[in-house]
């Protein structure tokens, strides 16, 4: 099984900050199926990166993915009010096939 | 517009059975994959199960490997998650979505609370 270590635990930043969130693997990840979550609280999570860069529908610009391998990232370019939430990274197998979610990342101010 | 809507949380007690549905509109499951996931209180998200669009194979987390099976029906357009030998650690809420390598559809969770 593949183990996903989120850093840095919870991330303290002010609007208008960039916020990198990082995202390492025990082992390579199949065809960088990797995938990106926000969620607020009471919210089912909320898909923003898929395949390691490519942003879902619908979700803005300042949103990015990066890495390769066993080494990802998420970037906000610039912090928006309604940006400070959790972040879970998720990897996905298909032999044998499954999948697993990072710790979580706190973005708060 | 895809709508999932879990029911069928609740309280149990340890040992007991509970079955949740999940029910789609706006897609046809069979065309897709499923998947569980779970979020036990103030803890982090944790894939529980999943089924192909095909319907088989279907595909568990270790820590519910043999207590709980995923199913589906193609006539209700419905898929399910019947839980047995429930534990204290399964309390959580319950998501379903649809998967593909990446889950992209959620619904908006059912609290399963097992205690005495």
């Known amino acids: 099984e593949i183990v996903l270590t989120q850093s840095p635990g919870t991330l303290s930043l002010s609007p208008g900050e960039r916020a990198t969130l990082s995202c390492r693997a025990s082992q390579s990840v199949s065809s960088n199926y990797l995938a990106w979550y926000q969620q607020k609280p009471g919210q089912a999570p909320r898909l923003l990166i898929y395949d390691a860069s490519n942003r879902a529908t619908g979700i803005p610009d300042r949103f990015s993915g990066s890495g390769s391998g066993t080494d990802f990232t998420l970037t906000i370019s610039r912090l928006e009010p309604e940006d400070f939430a959790v972040y879970y990274c998720q990897q996905y197998s298909s032999s044998p096939p499954g999948l697993t979610f990072g710790g979580g990342t706190t973005v708060d101010i | 517009e895809v709508q999932l809507l879990e029911s069928g949380g609740g309280l149990v007690q340890p040992g007991g059975s509970l079955r949740l549905s999940c029910a789609a509109s706006?897609?046809?499951?069979?065309?897709?994959?499923m998947t569980w996931v779970r979020q036990a209180p103030g803890k982090g998200l944790e894939w529980v199960s999943g089924?192909?669009?095909?319907?088989?194979?279907?595909y568990y987390a270790d820590s519910v490997k043999g207590r709980f099976t995923t199913s589906r029906d193609n006539s209700r357009n419905t898929l399910y998650l019947q839980m047995n030998s429930l534990r204290a650690e399964d309390t959580a809420v319950y998501y379903c979505a649809r998967h593909i390598r990446y889950m992209d559809y959620w619904g908006q969770g059912t609290l399963v609370t097992v205690s005495s």
């Open positions: 089924i192909f669009g095909s319907g088989v194979p279907t």
């Open positions: 706006g897609l046809t499951l069979s065309n897709y994959g």
